[in-house]
């Protein structure tokens, strides 16, 4: 009996141990009076779905949500080609999920051996026989892998505990740390956006929204950017003579805008049926950024190519679509003579060039812009051509007005519109990037005097770019022409973003409107 009693004793004692070791717990973390206080809400409140009220509520009692690692997976990206998928894994509730992800695409590697100046316009064989030569260069797509390896691991590692919600200083660490050594700007791009994509799923916000306020953008003030699909290539990517690098439309600002990227797609199809009836069924293949590439020995052929598409497709200049036309300068510019090669062997002085573009928009008044027409660093014949094609034309560089010093600026009411072109994956075109320094880039580009282009290259997670450009008050987004799934799912989340922009920024003004009635009214 006696022993009987002992351990009866010791249970009893284990048990109160555990009862107070209990309600200290709860004490310490003031648990029975947020539960008091949330029960007594409910009561108030009387949820037709209790428990799903009080989950909610208690979500927000709970610790923040850390990264616990940052994972890459080899697969297959566009065009076949090798890409990483960066998935971001949080300790939510104190136990590890994967939130979310993106995709880190390598493009195929593309090796130039530039020729002498002299020597650049080749004959068609020997230009063939020099493609046929890189084909044997070797791959790097193994070390770009590795690369990209080693920036998520050391990404994981520098990340790790930190709350998944503070973006910006979350993109400090990766600026600051030593993963800009290994120069993948692609690699840490993918993820900065993966991070910034799982505080936006957790905070239940769109994408455009946090891009907005990583750059200090109200969200009345948004507005969607225009597109600019690429239709025609030329240059070094077909056999043709002309060296001009693209040609692209751009729907009008006055129309509807879903109207307008309709009428995109419709331009580019009828466009494919134009380049058929001429060159047969083969012309209807296209480049990776969706782009034609009949061969072109001069500009004319490629402006009566687009004039038929457009009377084909129905569709009037100005009124519901208009050109644009990259001359891509700095790869046809002879540096020793400072001329440039519009056709192969027809070289053209910078006055003559600046004469022929002003002619150019008099003979074709389709044409509404003109990319990259002189070197960056020609910013005289910038400034001429600016003043000569007047408020009624847009012209678009790498960094906007090539002198960025706004003091210095003498601007008159009869210039073009002046456009900085910014890839949305580099701040540099080699540096490291984050999606917070590309806020800061953006917004220091409208600060000097310049509308913004996002340039976005065919490789990058298609999912995100319309919000991302959205989101820095983008003028414009250079997109690949309308072909593939990947590339159309961008056309409809700018049509998806405008409509959900439109309709926030009409709440928004009814109920500025009503506060403004009740403040009158009293």
Not at 123 to 128: E, I, N, P, Q
Not at 276 to 281: F, I, L
Not at 490 to 499: D, F, K, S
């Amino acid at each position: 009996m006696e022993s009987r009693r002992v351990e009866l004793e010791c249970k009893g004692e284990a048990r109160r141990k555990e009862k107070e070791e209990a309600a200290s717990y709860l004490n310490e973390r003031g648990a029975q009076k947020q539960l008091e206080l949330l029960l007594n809400e409910a009561v108030r409140v009387k949820p037709a779905d209790l428990f799903g009220y009080l989950t909610r509520e208690m979500n927000h009692l709970s610790y923040p949500v850390t990264i616990y690692q940052v994972v890459g997976h080899n697969l297959l990206g566009i065009d076949g080609e090798k890409a990483v998928e960066v998935t971001v894994h949080c300790t939510i509730n104190g136990i590890p999920e994967a939130v979310t992800s993106a995709i880190c695409s390598i493009p195929p590697p593309v090796v130039v051996t530039p020729a002498p100046r002299s020597q650049s316009s080749l004959s068609r064989s020997s230009r063939t026989s020099t493609a046929a030569e890189d084909l044997t260069q070797p791959d790097v797509t193994a070390d770009a892998l590795d690369t990209i390896e080693q920036v998520v691991t050391k990404s994981s590692e520098l990340l790790k505990d930190k709350e998944i919600t503070d973006v910006q200083a979350l993109d400090l660490c990766l600026e600051s740390s030593d993963i800009s050594v290994l120069n993948n700007s692609t690699a840490v791009w993918t993820v900065s956006l993966a991070l910034v994509k799982s505080a936006c799923q957790l905070l239940h916000k769109p994408l455009y929204e946090m891009v907005a306020t990583l750059g200090g953008v109200e969200n009345d003030s948004l507005h969607p950017p225009l597109p600019i699909a690429k239709m025609l290539s030329a240059g070094d990517v077909t056999n043709g003579k002309l060296k001009i690098r693209d040609f692209s439309v751009i729907p009008s600002q006055t129309m509807d805008y879903e109207e307008g990227i309709h009428n995109i797609c419709k331009f580019h199809r009828f466009l494919g049926r134009v380049l058929t009836a001429k060159y047969g069924p083969s012309a209807l293949a296209v480049l990776p950024d969706g782009s034609y590439a009949p061969s072109l020995d001069k500009p004319e052929q490629a402006f009566d190519l687009l004039q038929e598409a457009m009377i084909a497709a129905q569709l009037e200049w100005k009124t519901q679509i208009s050109l644009v036309v990259n001359i891509n300068a700095s790869h046809i510019h002879d540096t020793e003579k400072n001329r440039y090669e519009l056709t192969a062997g027809q070289w053209k002085p910078r006055d003559d060039l600046l004469t022929y573009y002003s002619d150019l928009t008099t003979q074709r008044p389709e044409l509404l812009a003109l990319e990259n027409p002189f070197t960056d660093q020609d910013s005289d014949s910038w400034q001429k051509l600016s003043e000569r094609l007047g408020d009624g034309y847009i012209i678009i560089g790498k960094h906007g007005r090539p002198e960025m010093n706004v003091e210095e600026r003498t601007d008159t009411e009869t210039e073009a519109v002046q456009v900085a072109s910014m890839q949305i994956d580099k701040l540099t075109w080699d540096s490291q990037v984050t999606l917070t320094q590309l806020c800061q880039t953006s917004k220091r580009i409208r600060a000097g005097k310049n509308q913004l282009l996002l340039n976005v290259d065919s490789g990058l997670n298609s999912e995100c770019v319309a919000d991302v450009a959205l989101g820095v008050l983008a003028t414009y987004i250079k997109l690949p022409g309308p072909t593939s799934g990947d590339f159309l799912r961008i056309y409809n989340r700018l049509v998806e973003t405008y409509h959900d922009v439109t309709t926030k920024n009409k709440l928004s003004q009814t109920a500025r409107n009503s506060s403004q009635t009740e403040i009158q009214s009293d």
